[in-house]
């Protein structure tokens, strides 16, 4: 029978050491359940259920990734260093995203969205940067250094805009909820930040008020500032010409 490092031989182009081989072995499962996970959860409707569950996943499988890499990155030192800081990079801000999410300070959500994609993004370069030239040699390197935040930071940029919450918290009017939020007593929100951790039977819907607001919810905030826009437009246009 093949032992592991001449099983992996063809993936890493010359015959990996066994503690190398055993490093890979866990990252590669771990690397494929993570971005599974980690695409999955930013595609799940954001509420109790399967984004907090799938975003837990992710965030596991990303330590172990974290931790391979790390090992990996120092028995190939010079040649892999930048994978152990794109590694560093993604799981620093997912711990930032996750640690939100659980704590949920002042304005927590921002943190949570843009620490979490940000990660899927530098996860999803450093893949693409390490792997993808053995399967696409002839697309410029440039390609699979950018094309992650190419597609990523537009998505980001529209999370941000959808959840209008996260506009109001960056603007300063966030405090105010948060502080009338902060009074009420955990177990009275329906949808209180533990509700992904209760048994499936104890859970309980999201209720329209504590949902983030996505898609139609947020049209008349839209409406809303697109009117003041134009009024202000036309009254600007109203005013004599000095
Ligand atoms: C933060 C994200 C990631 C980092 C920092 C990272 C880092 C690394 C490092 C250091 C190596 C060893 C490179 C070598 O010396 O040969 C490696 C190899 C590999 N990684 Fe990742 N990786 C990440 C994400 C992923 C994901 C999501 C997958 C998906 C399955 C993956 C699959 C692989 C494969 C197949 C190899 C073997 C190819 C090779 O040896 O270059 N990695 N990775």
Not at 30 to 58: D, E, N
Request: glycine share 10%; with cysteine; hydrophobic share 45%.
């Amino acid at each position: 029978m093949q032992d592991l490092p001449d099983l992996l031989t063809p993936i890493v182009g010359v015959r990996p050491s066994l503690l190398f081989s055993s490093l890979l072995a866990i990252h590669i499962a771990a690397g494929a359940l993570g971005y599974s996970a980690g695409l999955l959860a930013a595609l799940s409707p954001k509420r109790a259920g399967r984004h907090p569950r799938l975003g837990t996943i992710y965030y596991w499988a990303l330590a172990a990734i974290f931790v391979t890499a790390t090992g990996m990155s120092v028995l190939h030192w010079p040649e892999d260093a930048y994978l152990f800081v794109l590694g560093s990079l993604s799981f620093s801000s997912a711990s930032v995203g996750y640690a939100a999410r659980k704590i949920r300070w002042r304005g927590w959500l921002g943190f949570h969205i843009g620490g979490m994609s940000a990660s899927v993004i530098v996860l999803a370069t450093a893949f693409y940067v390490d792997n993808g030239p053995k399967f696409a040699s002839q697309v410029p390197t440039l390609v699979y250094w950018l094309g992650p935040s190419v597609v990523g930071i537009p998505l980001l940029v529209r999370a941000f805009v959808r959840h209008s919450r996260v506009m109001a918290d960056l603007q300063g009017h966030g405090a105010q909820r948060d502080a009338s939020r902060a009074c009420e007593p955990r177990t009275a929100h329906p949808a209180g930040a533990d509700s992904a951790l209760q048994p499936a039977s104890q859970r309980m819907p999201l209720t329209r008020p504590a949902r983030l607001r996505s898609g139609p919810a947020s049209l008349p905030m839209i409406s809303k500032w697109t009117m003041r826009l134009l009024m202000l437009g036309l009254l600007r246009g109203q005013q004599p010409q000095r």
